[in-house]
Structure formats: C-alpha cells, structure tokens
C-alpha cells in the first residue's frame, strides 16, 4: 500500500496517541512527531535527534482553532497572516498556554505553531486529536530531510514510523516570525518569503543581535550542516585553485560551457529561487556522500526564498549570521 494511504496515517497516529513518534512530510521538510502534551514522547524525540533541550520544538496543528489550546493570546497581525498564509510555511511564535509541557518550550513563555501545507500531514494531526510536537526528522546540527529516504538514512531505525509523501515541495523550513515582544521579529527567515509576510503587516525586524539570547535556539552558527566543509564563493575558479583537493561544486543556475567541473549539482537550471530551494537540501546531501574535501556553493540573490537558502548555505559553512 502507498503510505498516503488512510490506513497507514490511522497507524501512525494510534502510534503517536500512544506515545510514539513518527516521522512524516511537510512541505517544507519531514518532520518527527510527538503528541506535544505527552511530555515523555517528546524527550523521545530530543533523544533520538541528539538534540540539546533548550531548543525547543515548533507545534503543528491542523486548524487554526487549535492557537487557542496552546496561546494565551493571538495577535491581530497573527490573525491577518494565517488567515493569508496557513496552512503553508510559516512558523508564528506566541505567548504560551501554561498548559504546554516546558519540555516542548525549553522552558521558554513562548511556544511556535504553524499548520503545515500537506495533506498527509494535516490528516495526521486530524487523527491524532491533539497538536503535533515535531522538530525536522534530522539528527541535531545536520541538514533538514527532504524525502522519506533521507529520514530512513539517519533515524531509520530509532523510529516508530515513517510515512512517505514523496519530496518535499518547498524544501526548506518555515519562517518563523515572532510576536512575543512589541513589534513582529523574524527569527528565521524559510519557505515563505520576508516580502509576502510584509505586504500583510508591514515592516517586520530582523532579530536584534544585541539580545542576550538567541530569538530561535536553534539558529546556531553551525546549523544545517553536512560533513564536508562548505565554502560560500562567488563564480568559479579552476579546480587546480584548490591545490589537489577533491572539491564539488553547487552551482545555482547552469554553469556556462567555460566552467565544465564535475561533480556540480546545479539547483536551478534557469535560476529559479522556488526551484533552487526545493533542492537545495537534496542537492547538499549527494554531494556530500562523494567523500570531497570540499564543496564549493554559489551565492544566490538574496530577495524572496534566495534569504532561505543563503541563511542556510551561510551556516552550512559555519558563517551563520
Ligand atoms: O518547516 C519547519 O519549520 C519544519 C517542519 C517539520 O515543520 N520544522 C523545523 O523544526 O524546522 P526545527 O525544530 O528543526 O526548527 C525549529 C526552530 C528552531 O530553530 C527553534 O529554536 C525555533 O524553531 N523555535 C521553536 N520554538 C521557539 C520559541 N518558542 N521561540 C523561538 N524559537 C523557537
Ligand atoms: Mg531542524
């Protein structure tokens, strides 16, 4: 049976009723659920990813109506956008329910929501009658999954189940806005573009750096990160610049007939940002199972998913910020 069958998604929801946890797609990445109030299932989920437990997890929920179990209040901005971009990749972080296990929280007043754009996993959270704890299904520190391959490739064996939704369409994480302080922040920028969430509210602030902690744990510097070192570089240079290294390159749109190197992994033949963004991760992962010394990735423009990518790519190569 194909796993977008009912009686599948059934099981993996009576399996996270349970207690379990199941990964599943998104159209942003696939993720790793927990029922966000079993606490237990959710320090699962922070064991099997290795993640450190002051990075706390973003809740999904199948329809809006489901804010109210988890904030203490929602915004009017907050209303305006997931009336405008939900389900889709937006993250929205809010005051808290006290209600929310601290462990979901790290221990923060605040807790992210968003309703993921994909039918498997809306009927997911459906079945599972309750809100979806679920970080992306990667080990800590590595690159987000894009497809169910990926997940059985790293956590295969230390999950319940994985449901398999094919690729995913938009290919890196939400964005993730806050609303927690006096005007709107964004925390991360991801699949839905800074300039699509402005037209709706207005200007929204970068996080500001001077704070003492970071606005999302998670954006350490060295997040998103495959083995090999990546090393951001516009235009190429002959492979011999590299002294006898076996080096990759990630090219963003096709490469002119001057500049044949192998291996390249071209994201997006035209340069389509959406296009380059559904394969970025994808993309990062072949290269990085070549065993190279180095891969060598090509700015894009930095306006609408091109911020997403370049966030990524920047910390991929451990120059995050
Ligand atoms: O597209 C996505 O957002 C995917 C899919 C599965 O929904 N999820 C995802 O989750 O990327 P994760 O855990 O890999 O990243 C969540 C980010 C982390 O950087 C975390 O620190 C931040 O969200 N976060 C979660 N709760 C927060 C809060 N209350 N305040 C600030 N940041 C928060
Ligand atoms: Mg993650």
Redesign the pocket.
């Known amino acids: 049976m194909d796993s977008t069958g009912s009686s599948l998604i059934r099981e993996a929801a009576q399996i996270i009723k349970r207690g379990g946890i199941v990964a599943f797609p ?7 659920g927990a029922n966000a109030f079993n606490p237990l299932a959710v320090a699962r989920v922070f064991e099997v990813k290795k ?1 450190p437990y002051f ?4 809740v ?1 929920v199948a329809r809006s109506a489901d804010l109210e179990k988890l904030a203490v209040e929602i915004p009017s901005d907050v209303k305006k956008l997931i009336e405008r971009f939900w389900p889709g ?1 937006l ?1 929205v ?1 809010l005051r ?1 329910k006290e209600e929310v296990p601290d462990i ?3 221990g ?1 007043s ?3 929501i ?1 309703m ?1 754009d994909h039918p498997i ?1 809306l009927s997911l959270i459906e079945e599972v009658e309750s809100p979806v704890a ?5 080990p800590f520190g590595y690159l ?1 999954p894009t497809s169910a391959e990926h997940v059985r490739e790293q956590l295969g064996h230390q999950i319940d189940l994985i449901l398999d939704g094919g690729p995913c369409r ?1 290919g ?3 964005t ?1 806005i ?1 609303f ?1 302080g006096e005007r709107p922040e964004l ?2 920028p ?2 839905l573009a800074l300039e699509e969430i402005e037209s709706i509210i207005g200007k929204v602030d970068a996080r500001r750096i001077e704070e003492e902690k ?6 350490l510097v060295t ?1 998103y990160a495959p083995r090999t070192p990546i090393m951001l570089q516009r235009g190429y240079q002959t492979p011999e610049a590299f002294k006898g290294k076996k080096v990759g390159f990630l090219a963003f749109r096709k490469p002119g007939e001057e500049m044949r190197v192998q291996p390249v992994e071209v994201l997006s033949e035209k340069g389509n940002l959406r296009e380059a963004a559904a394969n970025l991760f994808a993309a990062i992962r072949r290269l990085d199972s070549l065993n190279l010394d180095l891969i060598v990735a090509e700015p894009v423009p930095e306006a609408g998913l091109g911020r997403a990518i370049m966030d990524r790519l920047r910390r991929a190569s451990g120059k995050g910020e």
């Open positions: 998104t159209e942003t990445v696939y993720g790793l993640r990075d706390p997890l973003i999904h990749p993250t972080v808290k979901v929280t790290a923060l605040t807790v992210a968003r993921p996993a679920a970080p992306s299904a990667n987000s938009v890196v994480e939400s993730i806050a927690s925390l991360r991801g699949g970071p606005g999302a744990p998670g954006m997040h």
